[in-house]
């Protein structure tokens, strides 16, 4: 029987950063198959850890400018703390800003880029509509969101991992209100066309991550998915069956240790909506 308990609170960025360098490879991908415009000046909306505005600002030339908002100063100072003093520093901007009510005027960003974010605003109509505001006419729009469609981190074991992942969505309404975030994140097309927003391009990526993992896939699955989001938090939720194998197949120290299995796998999508302006 498992004796885990809650893990030691760590930063809030640090999953966030776990994620955004578990999807590196594709998010340069997807970034690139935008095509945003040599010069141009965006806003990344829910920055987090400040990557992906890194990213956005390499894709974008030397003379591209990313202006990366969370929604608290404490976020917004973190951000420029992680990324602000790299290669691409004087290029990023950083500051403490409401999704729902942007202080930009109209038509000042030539791109809006909200990427893993829009799940979590629950006026995400009215978060779209200033979206639209800031952006000027014929810039795009974009909206990444993860597993739209579900992973698999639990290979060989699709009916424990469905239900945790109905623990976890359960569990998740205590932030996403009426819905779920995954129920919010699968609104995401319904979202732009109530705000008259038509997407012109909506395609998903596909992470695979096989044994031996890299680093970055082995710490974002270990420390987010088991750890965290799979967690203590669900303990309540399973039954005891259900928590005993998940703690078999999750736990580190664990000799059935699913990311020590030479098969072991993952898949993992990533889906870009793109509506112009």
Known sequence: QSIMSEPAPEPFWKSLERMNLFQEPEARTLIADLRLPEGSRGLDVGCGAGLFAVWLAEAIG?????????????????????VGRGPVGSRL????????????????FDWVWCGDMLHHIQETGKALGEFARVVRPGGQIIVKESQLLHGAFLPGHPALERRLRQAEMEWSRHEGGEFSFEERRQRTLASFRAAGLSVQSFRTYLLE????????????????VFER??????????????????SALCEAASPTFALDDPAYYCLYPISVLVARR
Do not use: C, M
């Open 62 to 82: 030397a003379r591209g400018r990313v202006v990366g908002i969370e929604p608290s100063a404490e976020r917004a100072d973190a951000a420029r703390e992680l």
């Open 93 to 108: 901007e950083f500051r403490a800003a409401d999704a729902t009510k942007l202080d930009a005027p109209d038509a000042s």
């Open 209 to 224: 991550r096989r044994a031996p993992l890299p680093h970055a896939a082995r710490d974002y699955i270990q420390h987010v």
């Open 229 to 246: 989001n799979w967690g203590p938090r669900l303990r309540d939720r399973l039954s005891v069956d259900d928590w005993t194998r998940r």
